[in-house]
């Protein structure tokens, strides 16, 4: 068991008493969620959805339909599954040499790509609490402390919170190959770490004729031999030539 210790609730300002050890606690009296930090107390806060799924998918059909993506991508790209999640962000206001700085640092761990990089939404932010509708979005939890940015942060501190940001995690297979992106529902941005591009595409398909054609000619040799050295001579030029192309125009 470890120490009790009491706050005001930043909403409603009645006492909230809380184990010391915990961090995140909700007032009885308001039903706010309220995160407990060496500096004090903060609200947790949630941006709206401004994407929903239906946009999200054709957000990402528009993506994949760019001109560095593999070819058809935007086509042939088999949705594997689309996910509605609220990903925790710290956000510090900052006074820098009398200037107010909002950072944003992830409160969640995470190898998903853009959730370090992601924006203050535009959006007004609403306190998140009870009355807070998730939409059914899953809650990522937070599990890097806060204290752990703080120390490191340039100016001193204004005001520091909690921020749900919503997000649509969309994976894909293309290729027999599973890929996913995020678009940050909040400011309607795509972020892709990996995925299947023009070129190598292109490669592949000529590396895997000439695979084939020379399987094929393989079989001829068996039979004549000097048909079948005649049929792999044109094979490695028009690999070599087709190689060429690719990297010229694709
Ligand atoms: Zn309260």
């Not at 050890?21 to 909700?26: E, I, M, R, Y």
């Not at 501190?157 to 894909?172: M, T």
Request: hydrophobic share 50%; glycine share 8%.
């Amino acid at each position: 068991m470890g120490n009790l210790a009491s706050i005001k609730c930043p909403k409603c300002a009645a006492p909230v008493t809380f184990d010391a050890d915990s961090k995140f606690v909700k007032c009885t009296y308001c039903d706010s969620q309220v995160f407990i930090d060496k500096s004090g107390a903060g609200f947790y806060y949630a941006a709206p959805f401004m994407v929903d799924e239906t946009n999200a998918v054709g957000m990402f059909r528009r993506w994949a339909a760019g001109s560095t993506k593999a070819k058809d991508l935007d086509r042939l790209a088999q949705i594997a599954g689309v996910q509605k999640k609220y990903f925790p962000v710290y956000m510090f206001k900052r006074d820098v040499n009398g200037k107010e700085a909002v950072i944003l640092q992830p409160a969640g761990s995470t190898t998903l790509p853009g959730l370090h990089s992601l924006k203050v939404p535009a959006t007004d932010l609403k306190v998140f609490d009870a009355s807070f509708d998730v939409g059914g979005a899953e809650m990522i939890k937070p599990d890097i402390e806060m204290a752990a940015y703080a120390d490191k942060l340039p100016g001193t501190p204004k005001e520091q919170a909690l921020v749900f940001f919503p997000i649509w995690k969309l994976e894909y297979v293309f290729n027999q190959k599973r890929y996913e992106v995020i678009i940050d529902a909040s400011a309607g941005e795509l972020f892709s770490a990996d995925f299947p591009t023009r070129s190598s595409m292109a490669y592949m398909a000529v590396a895997g004729l000439g695979f084939v054609a020379f399987i094929a000619e393989g079989l001829v040799a068996t039979m004549s031999l000097p048909v079948g050295l005649v049929l792999m001579g044109v094979t490695v030029v028009g690999v070599f030539m087709a190689a060429l192309h690719v990297a010229r125009r694709m």
